[in-house]
């Protein structure tokens, strides 16, 4: 448009006013018409003329390419809150945690406040092995604006941790909407403890606002109470090691041994246990009797020892190896693939100069696969459909040369509408 207003300005002698707008516009019309004459002079200069804008848009498209993300996170009205509690909180302590949670927020329910929309309902588990809350909004819409808001309170929490995000629309387990999942594994667990600290503090220095949520935990501190096996003991009571931990599986949550399954109904896990009311404490089942293939009747202390030690609250296995997963969801304002590359590029070489990846692997899964298998798929998927397209072109025309016209242009479209999207 602005080309076509100076050639009609460069003809129009008139108007006075606009003669230095006139002489731009005929300068650049010669210069436009000798460009054109030597792009398509010979031969030479008609490929390189194709091969240079060619060149020049490739560079442009990556280098302006937006970085990638998985799938849409939507607008569900839905919070859900991790909490990540202390080693060895007590049912009583997890009790009040949810009371004083409940009334952190009671200002919220029902009406906005302090600039956070409205909190029109909301729950609380406290469980042995997770504890979460959740929340919905008054306003369907703005669910995702209370997510500072329990970030806020879950860190008032004296020793607490942990993440708060919207539950998206493709999310079909808990916390991993967005979550990059960076696997550590190894053999040697007080390693991997190190090792996943580390990433912890580094990505949460490359990544502001990341939340990261590390699975099981990165303290040994929970209580934990062992029955170690006397092996000389059990061979004399005719027993194995795999016979010792079915018997104590039966006295503790007891065993499957089968199914029971009734025609038209439902199957039946079949589980046998010792007694109803279960074993409350360690001591307890170390003085419980258990039988041998002899037919004789022995306590479990006549062929084990009981230690009391630390550990973590969850045994962990990737590929047989002890694994420690740290979850890491990039703020909405970082693109999956962007998040990504830092992790890859920033955090992991910081890990491996400080000497600390023998024996360890690092992986990234979850959302991090999902999203690299998508790229490799598309990538492939892109070069048969320009052939495919191509072909086509070709069978219309009749001719080989034609369709290439077509299809080199593309890439000068392409890297004009990359150049809009940064530019906006």
Do not use: C
């Amino acid at each position: 448009m602005l080309t076509e207003k100076l050639f009609r300005l460069s003809g129009d002698r008139t108007t006075e006013r606009f003669a230095v707008l006139g002489r731009i516009g005929g300068r650049l019309e010669e210069a436009m018409m000798k460009f054109v004459h030597l792009a398509v002079k010979n031969r030479f200069t008609r490929i390189t003329t194709v091969s240079s804008l060619t060149f020049f848009a490739v560079v442009v498209t990556l280098l302006m390419i937006p970085k990638m993300e998985y799938l849409p996170q939507g607008n569900r009205n839905l919070v859900i809150n991790l909490l990540i509690p202390p080693p060895g909180l007590s049912y009583e302590e997890k009790n009040y945690i949810g009371k004083k949670f409940f009334q952190s927020v009671e200002p919220h329910m029902n009406k906005d406040y302090n600039g956070y929309p409205g909190i029109k309902n909301m729950f609380y588990v406290g469980a042995e092995q997770i504890m979460l809350s959740g929340a919905i909004s008054t306003h369907e819409q703005r669910a995702g604006e209370l997510v500072p808001l329990f970030m806020q309170k879950i860190n008032d929490i004296p020793g607490m941790f942990g993440v708060s995000s919207q539950a998206g629309i493709f999310q079909t387990s808990l916390g991993r909407g967005r979550a990059i999942e960076v696997d550590i594994s190894g053999n040697d667990l007080n390693q991997l403890i190190g090792v996943a600290g580390t990433m912890f503090g580094i990505i949460t220095n490359e990544i502001h606002e990341a939340q990261i949520r590390p699975l099981p935990s990165l303290e040994l501190l929970f209580p934990e109470a062992r029955l170690l096996p006397g092996r000389d003991r059990l061979k004399a009571a005719g027993l194995t090691s795999d016979d010792f931990g079915v018997a104590v599986d039966v006295l503790m949550d007891g065993r499957k041994i089968g199914e029971f399954k009734e025609e038209g109904r439902k199957k039946i896990d079949m589980v046998m246990k010792a007694r109803q009311e279960g074993i409350s404490t360690p001591e307890e089942l170390y003085d419980t009797m258990i039988s041998t293939p002899q037919g004789r009747v022995i306590p479990v202390s006549s062929v084990s020892a009981l230690e009391r030690t630390t550990g973590i609250t969850e045994i962990r296995h990737l590929e047989r190896n002890r694994t420690i997963t740290l979850q890491v969801t990039p703020p909405f304002s970082m693109p999956i693939e962007e998040a990504m590359g830092i992790i890859n590029n920033k955090v992991i070489p910081v890990v491996k100069n400080q000497g600390m990846m023998q024996g360890v692997n690092i992986r990234l899964s979850g959302v991090a696969d999902k999203l690299t298998e998508t790229r490799k798929a598309l990538q492939w998927n892109l070069i048969l459909a320009a052939l495919i397209t191509y072909l086509l072109m070709a069978a219309l025309y009749e001719n080989f040369i034609y369709p290439l016209i077509i299809m080199f242009s593309v890439p000068l479209a392409g890297a004009g509408g990359f150049i809009g999207l940064t530019a906006a």
